[in-house]
């Protein structure tokens, strides 16, 4: 429900927002900004049963949440429902990131959380005398605050992971798709996890800083650049960790060798599904000369095929949020200004009463103008002529953001050392987007996009913090290094530098 406007006030002291469908403008609903006061009081609640939840084996914790897969299963088509209520978007893309891969993840991380969190053994390699296991110790409270644009799945993933983790957690929706998370919340409950233990915040920018300064102990936040800066400013002024997953500016590399077609499929695939709204889409093309019109010919061709629509099938749906349309309309008519030429789209849909923006291919683009480094996150790929790779790599890394790339050539060494040359987060070769899906890959930006991971299995163990448990193995009644200390002391262990570190044999053994 993505336009939201200022409610009627229905609880002393607490605002409300009404929210409108982004595809028909009807009026969807009403909810109320939760404030700080409320956020305080959820914290306690989490707080209380979190210990209760800890105590359990991880195993158990799995068992518990995948009954999560049956509930949504049976819920699929409301799930569903609601979500293309609140967003618009076409109802297979809503089925596959939002009911199949939000089973996959549930699925995934319940059957491997408990080999990934089990406590470690760490031979040592100096302290011969002392063993030191490795234990992962859930943090306490976890906030998560997430974006509407794909409002159950970016909510659930990392709310699975900390759960399992042995975590309370409170959940801050967008204001702009609140419904999605408490589908969440629903979907939970079938769990029958304790109750308390996962809480749904429901409120704009207010409630989410709230959350922040209410004492939790980690912050777990997907959203804008602008936003995560925020959040960052205030984690680092209570000394909370956080992990920020933040916007992307992707480029597409597409080599002289490239399969064309594949790689104009992938182009207008990667730019143009959730009408753009996705932080690892493609949003600037860098294509060789030798390929540039064939490549450009198809990719024009293929997105002036797409349907945009509100019902029945089609294939591109509108914009979720007032501000990110204007966002597009802005980059674009900048581009045009400054001599860009649009191929295809260019406007809004004049025949579609709500946010939708034309898919829209631009060239004569140049590399200053907005539209090829800011985020755009709509339904717009400007396609940039380069005179070979190098250049491509040059204009791709010229960029404040390092979320994702993909790279398309035939050559897989060339695939490969072009991946790694690029400055981002993931990559993608022959292919697009994917890494967020693949729940092994880690995923996280570089530069602006972001700080730490999701998913991998740093992903999962960045909701526990890694207690080291070191204990001795033989129970000496004093060290070598305790009191007293002495010359002689003092000569052995420099005799101990001499032989470990300054000989060949010593540093091979250590
Ligand atoms: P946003 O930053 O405006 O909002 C994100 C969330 O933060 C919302 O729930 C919002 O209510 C909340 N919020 C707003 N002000 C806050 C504050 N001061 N303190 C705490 N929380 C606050 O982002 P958006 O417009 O909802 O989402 C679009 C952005 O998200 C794009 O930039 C996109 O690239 C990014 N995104 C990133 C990823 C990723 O994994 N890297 C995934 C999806 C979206």
Redesign the pocket.
């Known amino acids: 429900m993505a336009i939201v406007e200022p409610g009627e006030e229905k609880t002393i002291g607490r605002r409300s927002l009404r929210l409108r469908s982004p595809a028909t403008l009807d009026v969807l609903g009403e909810i109320e900004v939760q404030t700080a006061a409320d956020v305080r009081a959820a914290v306690e609640v989490a707080r209380k049963v979190q210990p209760e939840w800890a105590a359990l084996k991880v195993a158990e914790r799995g068992r518990i949440l995948a009954r999560a897969i049956p509930a949504l299963i049976a819920r699929q088509d409301d799930v569903v429902d609601t979500i293309v209520r609140e967003t618009g978007k076409p109802r297979t893309e809503a089925f596959a990131v939002e009911v199949l891969a939000a089973c996959d993840a549930i699925q995934y991380w319940t059957k491997r959380a408990p080999r990934l969190l089990a406590d470690r053994s760490v031979s040592l390699h100096l302290l011969k005398t002392k063993r030191l296991r490795i234990a992962y110790r859930p943090l306490g409270v976890v906030g998560i605050?997430?974006?509407?644009?794909?409002p159950l799945m970016?909510a659930l993933n990392p709310t699975i992971q900390a759960l399992l983790a042995g975590n309370a957690v409170l959940l801050?929706?967008?204001?702009?798709t609140p419904y999605s998370g408490l589908l969440l919340q629903d979907l939970l409950r079938a769990t029958r996890i304790p109750e308390g233990l996962f809480q749904v915040l429901l409120g704009?920018?207010e409630t989410?800083?709230a959350?922040?300064e209410a004492g939790v102990d980690k912050i777990s936040?997907?959203?804008?650049?602008?936003?995560?800066r925020?959040?960052a400013e205030a984690c680092g002024r209570n000394l909370v960790p956080c992990t920020l997953?933040?916007?992307?500016k992707d480029p597409m590399i597409v080599c002289a060798d490239a399969d064309l077609e594949r790689a104009a499929n992938g182009a207008v695939y990667g730019a143009f599904s959730n009408a753009g709204q996705i932080?690892v889409s493609t949003e600037r093309v860098y294509v060789v000369d030798e390929v540039a019109d064939a490549f450009t010919q198809k990719v024009v061709e293929k997105t002036a095929a797409l349907r945009q629509g509100a019902s029945g099938e089609f294939d591109v749906g509108p914009m979720i949020?007032p501000a990110?349309l204007q966002i597009v309309e802005r980059q674009v008519e900048e581009a045009r200004a400054r001599g860009a030429r649009v191929l295809t789209g260019g406007r809004r849909n004049p025949d579609l009463p709500g946010l939708f923006y034309e898919p829209t291919v631009l060239t004569d683009v140049t590399h200053d103008m907005t539209i090829m480094r800011e985020?755009t996150?709509g339904p717009v790929l400007p396609i940039l002529r380069v005179r070979d790779e190098a250049e491509a790599l040059r204009f791709a890394n010229d960029s404040r953001y390092g979320?994702n790339a993909n790279v398309w050539t035939r050559d897989r060494r060339r695939g490969d050392l072009l991946a790694r040359a690029v400055q981002s987060g993931s990559v993608v070769v022959n292919d697009c987007m994917l890494t967020?899906g693949a729940t092994e890959s880690p995923?996280g930006?570089v530069k602006e996009?972001?700080i730490g991971q999701v998913n991998g299995e740093n992903g999962l163990r960045s909701f526990c913090h890694a207690q080291s448990i070191m204990s001795d193995r033989f129970g000496a009644k004093n060290e070598f290094l305790w009191y007293p200390y002495s010359g002689k002391k003092l000569a052995w262990l420099q005799r101990v530098l001499r032989w470990v570190w300054g000989t060949p044999l010593g540093r091979l053994l250590s």
Do not use: A, H, M
């Open positions: 605050i997430t974006p509407w644009n794909f970016l801050k929706p967008s204001e702009v704009d920018g989410g800083s959350l922040v936040f997907t959203g804008s650049v602008r936003t995560g925020k959040v997953e933040l916007g992307g932080c949020w990110q985020e996150f979320l967020y995923f930006g996009s972001g």
